[in-house]
């Protein structure tokens, strides 16, 4: 996904006669709309369907799910291929080659290293909202057993996700790195609420709204502003750092789902609440792992991002050919 998106935004910078930099924003921001938005549609239909007929069988929703996946996996053949030269050809890599690659540009890019904590922030999380948020404090606040909300709050997210990533688009071509850092802000303040309010009990729409709020700027900056970022940041190695960005994100994911159930305490206590599985889970853990690992990732890309100036300053070779302005973002 990310290689084709960068060779499609080469390719529209060439055609328009502008840099490369601001094709990218623009190709994000566009992507990141029509992505949310089929994502609101689609986790809106087990809200209407369950409210149509409470009775539903969830099998049937997620069996909707699955044809539409396989329908869309079969459009992707129509879709544009690139023609590659030469050298290109000589370049593409297989899957080894792949994670070889993803090694490599971790020992040797320096602002590699620095841009996983900000991935790995957005996986941990994505965790929390939704095996907390959604499958703890929403059922108790919302006295939603049979998940009925979970569809409308996550349509929110992800309409809030869809829009934002409209005005990105629109707006802010030349500030994607204010996007990245208002991201790594919202996702602090998705956390936050739960650090002075943690039982589930203790919320409603207010919170849950707010929450999902947030966490939608919070994906757009990821989805748009930060993809973006990662095709400015390494244009000679993109296939190795799009496949770097999916596993670091898919790593911190994993864990984050598992440290939601895993971190566990011993006694009942303000922040040591019981779950639905019966066990007591440390709430003040599992929102501190979210802040904490949000301020590291916004400060560690600022620090990639200047890193990032000083070659541009220092080399100017690495600024992409096609890009006639080489401007920094």
């Known amino acids: ?4 998106f960068s060779q499609s935004a080469d390719q529209y910078a060439k055609q328009q006669g502008i840099p490369v930099e601001h094709a990218t924003s623009i190709f994000a921001g566009t992507f990141g709309f029509i992505f949310l938005a089929c994502e609101m549609c689609l986790r809106l239909v087990s ?15 997620f069996g909707i799910y699955s044809v539409l996946a396989f329908v869309t996996a079969i459009a992707m053949t129509t879709a544009h291929e690139y023609p590659m030269d030469p050298q290109q050809q000589q370049q593409q890599q297989g899957f080894f080659q792949k994670i070889e690659a993803v090694f490599l540009l971790l020992i040797d890019d320096p602002k590699m290293k620095y841009m996983i904590p900000y991935a790995m922030a957005l996986g941990f999380g994505n965790a929390f909202v ?21 569809g409308l709050l996550s349509a929110f997210n992800s309409l809030v996700a869809a829009l934002s990533s409209l ?12 996007f990245v850092l208002l991201g790594a802000v919202c996702m602090v303040c998705s956390a936050a609420p739960f650090l002075f309010l943690p039982h589930p009990n203790q919320h409603g729409w207010v919170t849950l709204l707010f929450v999902h709020g947030v966490w939608g700027v919070a994906r757009t900056s990821y989805e748009s502003a930060y993809k973006a970022v990662f095709a400015d940041f390494f244009p000679q190695e993109r296939e190795g750092a799009f496949a770097s960005l999916v596993l670091q994100n898919s790593i911190a994911s994993s864990i984050g789902f598992t440290a939601s159930y895993g971190v566990l305490c011993n006694a009942p206590s303000r922040y040591c609440i019981a779950f639905d599985d019966g066990k ?7 929102s501190m792992f ?12 600022l620090y990639a991002h200047s890193i990032y100036k000083n070659e541009k300053d220092s080399k100017p070779w690495l600024v992409d050919s096609k890009d006639p302005g080489g401007q920094i973002s």
């Open 1 to 4: 996904q990310g290689v084709y």
């Open 47 to 61: 809200s209407v369907l369950l409210s149509l007929d409470p009775e539903l069988s969830w099998n049937f929703i």
């Open 280 to 286: 007591l889970h440390n709430v003040l853990t599992m």
């Open 130 to 150: 939704n095996s907390f948020v959604n499958g703890e404090v929403l059922v108790v606040a919302l006295n939603d057993n049979n998940d009925q909300y979970v």
């Open 167 to 178: 005005l990105f688009a629109s707006t802010f071509l030349d500030r994607k790195r204010a």
């Open 290 to 301: 979210v802040i904490v690992t949000s301020v590291v990732g916004l400060l560690s890309y």
